[in-house]
């Protein structure tokens, strides 16, 4: 079971630093999506491709590249890897 904050599913599972070596399943962690004092502000699981899928506000459950250059890739900061 993880937290529902972000910023608390942040300090489960091993690091990955660079978005080239995530693998399925992993857990996406972002920065500045909105603001508050917290560093970690949003989440996704990683689904290959590029891709990882989680929560918009506006537009519910959505599929999303991480290299986006105009928003996600900027604000990616690690990602997770709950079970090897």
Excluded: C, M
Excluded at 43 to 59: Q, R
């Amino acid at each position: 079971q993880l937290p529902h904050s972000a910023d608390e599913q942040a300090k489960y599972g091993r690091k990955i630093k660079d978005a080239e070596n995530l693998k399925v399943g992993d857990i996406v962690f972002l920065k500045n999506t909105y603001a508050t004092n917290k560093f970690i502000t949003h989440s996704g699981i990683y689904l290959g491709n590029n891709e990882f899928i989680h929560v918009s506000t506006k537009k519910g459950v959505i599929i999303t590249p991480l290299n986006d250059p105009y928003y996600w890739q900027e604000r990616f900061v690690f990602g997770t890897r709950l079970v090897e």
